[in-house]
């Protein structure tokens, strides 16, 4: 099996895991939080797709979030610094997805541009730095890791929150 196909199959799983995770919500749903501070669906479906943006800089690209259209259907500014690490209460609660179509639509171009960049990637691609900030320096293979990490861990959340909606 070639690195892409591990890669494609990796990340191919995340669509089917975040539409399970907001699919037929309301508004108020994606904006309940179990308790004051805590992050919301709608919060942790952004974030987690404002990381998967992040390969945008592996790519050499910007993210979709500044160049795109998304922003204002979160009642945010297209900001590419603004991927909700380090949000505290306030910077959750002001990430107000219009609705599911909002997460859909960010998170599918997302992921359509990013397994498209991802095909084709060959095993000696994975050892290219991508990030000097570090030390030792993040090579591609590290962040694909590390993005596809964050993004199952928050969908699973998001998952785990949608179990805890108040019914009725």
Known sequence: MRVDDVLLDAFGRLPELVDGAID???????????????????????????IY????????????????????????EPDPANSGYGHGPADIAAV??????????????VHE????????????????VVDTDWDPPVTLGVRLVSILGDCTQHVGQAAYLRGLLPRG
């Open 24 to 50: 037929g919500l309301t508004p108020e749903q994606l904006r309940w939080a179990p308790a004051d501070g805590a992050n919301t669906i709608g919060w942790l479906v952004w974030h987690l797709t404002r």
């Open 53 to 76: 943006d992040y390969l945008a800089d592996s790519m050499g690209e910007k993210h979709l979030w500044e160049t795109g259209d998304f922003a204002a259907a979160f009642g945010l």
């Open 96 to 109: 107000r997805p219009r609705d599911t179509a909002a997460l859909r639509d960010y998170f599918a171009a």
């Open 113 to 128: 541009r990013n397994t498209g960049w991802i095909r084709g990637l060959s095993e000696s691609d994975l050892d290219r």
